[in-house]
Structure formats: C-alpha cells, structure tokens
C-alpha cells in the first residue's frame, strides 16, 4: 500500500464549485504539504503544516484553504474554483529528524484537478 | 521572478552516454539543494541531495556537482539507462525551515 494516498485522483468541476482534495499517510510524519505542479513552473507551495495544530500559507495560498484534521490527514479545499486553478496537485509528507539530510518530503501520486 | 531555474525543458541521451541535467538558482540564502524524479502517473521521489558545504555528491550513477560561486548545480548520470527517462527536478531550501523551491523541471529522454 502507498505511504501517502490521494483522493481523488481526477477531478473535472465547474467554475464557482467548491472542491475538496484529500490526503492520507501512514508514515507517521508530522509535517505536510500541499503544492500545485504547473507546465514548466515546477512544485509551488501552497501551505504546508507542522503538527495538528500548526497551518501556514506557502507561496501561492491565495483561493485556497486547508484543513489538518489529524495527524495523517491534511485537505486542501478550493472554496470557489476558477480556471487557473487547472493543474496537477501533490500532497507531500517529512519527518525533520535531525537535520536537513533527514528531511525528505515523499509526494503522493497526485490530483489532477480540471476547472472548466 | 523564479529563484530555481532549469532552463532546458528536454534533453534526449544514447543509452549508455552520460546525462547532464541543469540547475541554476539566484537566493545566496539556499544551502541545501535536492533533485527529484517524476515519472508520470506519479510523484516525485527523491533521488540525490547535497549541502552547500560540499561541492560533490555521489550515489551510484547519479553524482551532484555543486558550484555555489557561480549559483549553479548538475546532476549527471552515468551511464544513462532507458528507466531513467522521466521529468527531474531540481529544488532548493534553507536550512532554517523545510520549504523547497523547485525548477520548472527537465524532461529527459534516454533512447535505447
């Protein structure tokens, strides 16, 4: 079984829907992420949280929230898509360690989300 | 303004020829940089890191060279293999937190 799930895999909405994409992992990480993956831009952050009690916007967060409902589980929600927000979205997980060798995001398959 | 550039968006290689993937970034403030493999359908994975303390990595083929003066890293690949045909990326952070800054990515095509 995949450490980090995403659900759903694909998604085609229409302008102005509320949209939810989830996240799971069973690495037992406290750390998460969220990043969108645009053609020729790379991964850009849109939050990311350190513990269950801990959100911070990344880059990109604006049109965006999340939710961080337990210690595997990390939702990012568009409150109202709009067309831009077509792309592919990654969900990512880290363990700190004891340094910045040790901390390596593992990503899960992705979403990919179409907003007509 | 991207601060993680990889300004060739293709590169196609010979099997058994070395790959030389690109990286070049403008924050002076990054000190750990890290390059990942993107197969489609999926994630990317981790593939190689290096510190700026150090101006050479190495695990198996892949080796990461690390030129901090000229704010420019590489990875190549020796000897290329078909299974190595996938997008990689390069990314940056600082040490002081655990956000990465990625390159727009490279497409590489290793023909058998």
């Known amino acids: 079984d995949a450490d980090v799930t995403q659900t759903p895999r694909n998604r085609i909405t229409k302008t102005g829907k509320r949209i939810m994409l989830e996240c799971s992992q069973t690495?037992?990480?406290?750390?998460m992420y969220w990043y969108r993956q645009d053609p020729g831009l790379g991964l850009r952050l849109i939050y990311y949280?350190?513990?269950?009690?801990?959100?911070n916007k990344g880059e990109i967060s604006d049109g965006y929230s999340v939710s961080r409902q337990a210690q595997a589980k990390f939702s990012l929600s568009l409150e109202s898509a709009i067309p831009n927000q077509t792309a592919l979205y990654f969900c990512?997980?880290?363990?700190?360690?004891?340094?910045?060798?040790?901390?390596?995001?593992?990503f899960g398959p992705g979403t990919r989300l179409t907003v007509l | 303004d991207q601060q993680v550039k990889q300004n060739s968006p293709s590169l196609s290689v010979q099997e058994g020829r070395i790959s030389i993937l690109n990286c070049d970034y403008t924050?002076?403030?990054?000190?750990?940089f890290l390059w990942y493999k993107k197969y489609p359908a999926e994630g990317p994975t981790f593939l190689i890191s290096?510190?700026?303390?150090?101006d050479k990595n190495e695990d198996g083929r892949f080796t990461v060279f690390l030129n901090k003066s000229a704010k420019h890293l590489s990875l190549h690949i020796v000897p290329s293999q078909p299974g190595d045909s996938a997008v990689y990326f390069c990314?940056?952070?600082?040490?002081?937190?655990?956000?990465?800054?990625f390159g727009g990515g490279t497409r590489l095509m290793v023909k058998p």
């Open positions: 990512a997980t880290s363990d700190p360690g004891d340094g910045p060798s040790t901390d390596t995001q593992y």
């Open positions: 690495k037992g990480h406290d750390r």
């Open positions: 949280s350190f513990d269950v009690k801990d959100i």
């Open positions: 924050n002076s403030m990054f000190d750990y």
């Open positions: 290096i510190s700026s303390i150090k």
């Open positions: 990314a940056a952070k600082r040490n002081a937190g655990n956000m990465l800054t």
